[in-house]
């Protein structure tokens, strides 16, 4: 289902891998220390309390990192999502005769933990204080264990202490179950119980800054 996001993860990695067998030992191993925000405009439904879907998410983050070599970085994020709320929706009446599903998500509610690895591309030398980069990696919603997939590219602005802002997307399944009422004459007849996965992504637009520890 996501194939392609995947295989451009394992392809960044594959060119990570041999930037960093290339690098002289003496540009490996100091260690970095990012801090930044993050915008969602999007956020799935799914996450949000029961009826209250959100309008916009936000995310606050901190990220360690290891420069592995001149052009590859391994970085570890964490992440606190929150959330502000539009009006939430009443869910519909049951019908006289027919069906009604309700879906409730077990995993919905707000804030929301995420951790990730992610392995980063910059410019072995960069020739000015701009410079690109793009990344990829794989993590997890803690506490509620739903797995995502993480990729996007990024501009670095600076010198010692660097300014970086990030347009990532995720990737994930969101676990569902599906309460579906049959009615006659206004009264219930049947009720079964539909579990499965909804696929959602999110775009993010993140800024923050790094600076060698």
């Not at 993590?139 to 264990?145: D, N, P, S, V």
Request: aromatic letters at 10%.
């Amino acid at each position: 289902m996501h194939g392609c996001s995947r295989r451009a993860i394992r392809t960044l990695v594959v060119l990570g891998s041999c930037a960093l067998d290339a690098a002289p030992a003496a540009a490996q191993l100091p260690f970095e220390l990012g801090l930044g925000v993050g915008r969602n405009g999007s956020p799935p439904a799914e996450l949000s309390d029961d009826g209250c879907a959100a309008d916009i998410s936000w995310a606050a983050e901190a990220r360690p990192g290891l420069r592995l070599s001149r052009a590859v970085r391994l970085e570890g994020v964490l992440g606190y999502n929150w959330e502000q709320r539009r009006r939430c929706s009443d869910p519909l009446p049951p019908p006289t005769d027919g069906e009604r599903t309700l879906r409730s998500v077990p995993e919905a509610g707000y804030p929301v933990w995420t951790g990730d690895v992610r392995l980063s591309i910059e410019p072995a030398t960069p020739t000015g204080p701009i410079w690109f980069r793009v990344f990829g990696g794989y993590g997890r919603m803690l506490g509620k264990g739903i797995p995502y997939w993480v990729s996007g590219a990024g501009i670095v602005v600076g010198t010692n202490v660097e300014t970086v802002i990030d347009f990532e997307w995720m990737w994930f399944d969101v676990p569902f179950e599906d309460d579906v009422q049959t009615f006659s004459g206004g009264a219930l007849l049947s009720e079964s119980t539909v579990l499965g996965e909804i696929s959602r992504r999110e775009f993010r637009i993140k800024a923050g800054f790094r600076f060698p520890l």
